[in-house]
């Protein structure tokens, strides 16, 4: 595993679970309003590494009640099944953040009981996914993921981050037919603070009336509806 970095503390990224969120380095996405786009590029070696970190968790055993394994994208990193086995062995529980390019990858370690709770992000509508992606991306894997989510017994969470200029409101009110059925959709409001594209930096987010707009369709659509 190629560790980008460790936050040691957090309070909303697991539900319900006090957690640290761990940082793998390397991505297969390009998003212009990332705000972790020093970890796209793939290293030989992170800032810390798995012994360090492994350290850590050893002494947070009676803080902290599970990982974030975030990224960058984490499904890339050939190591991954090994290192969530690691760290459930210490007895903490263990959540993923991923895009759901790497499908096959999501469901063995669902089938291997390896994870507690999963986040994917939902970039955009599937016909538009390459404006908010940087790249081209297949609709299939994305629609892939899904499925196994859905068909699994986990707790998730979809998440968008709502971009003006990549997105509209109208863009953002037909992901309502993507989430339908999900426990959890969050719309994350874009920062432009860090954005990947310079652009992007000089962007007003939506107003928090713009997004609050879209409520009564999503609430309809999934158990759990959240604005950030």
Not at 86 to 114: C, H, M, Y
Not at 160 to 172: K, W
Request: with cysteine; charged share 25%; proline share 7%.
């Amino acid at each position: 595993m190629i560790l980008a970095g460790c936050q040691k503390c957090t309070l909303i990224d697991f539900p319900e679970k006090v957690a640290c969120i761990v940082f793998t380095q390397g991505c297969n996405l390009r998003c212009p309003f990332c705000h972790n786009s020093e970890l796209w590029a793939y290293r030989e070696n992170g800032p810390i590494t798995e012994e360090e970190f492994f350290s850590f968790l050893a002494g947070r055993r009676e803080k902290l009640d599970g990982v974030v394994v975030s990224g960058g994208e984490p499904t890339l990193q050939p190591d991954l099944e090994n290192f969530l086995c690691r760290i459930r062995d210490q007895g903490f529980a263990t959540k993923l953040d991923t895009n759901g390019l790497q499908p096959a990858v999501l469901a063995k370690l669902l089938d291997e009981k390896l994870l507690d709770f999963v986040a994917m992000d939902l970039k955009h509508t599937p016909k538009n996914y390459a404006v908010a992606c940087g790249v081209p991306v297949p609709e299939e894997l994305i629609r892939q993921s899904l499925g196994i989510l859905r068909q699994s017994a986990i707790d998730y969470e979809l998440r968008t981050t709502a971009v003006p200029g990549i997105h509209n409101l109208e863009d953002l009110a037909a992901l309502g037919d993507l989430v339908n059925g999900a426990p959890r959709f969050t719309l994350q409001n874009f920062s432009p603070k860090s954005a990947a594209n310079p652009y992007l930096r000089k962007t007003t987010p939506f107003p928090p009336e713009a997004l609050e707009s879209l409520r009564p369709i999503f609430e309809s659509a999934v158990k759990k509806f959240t604005i950030r």
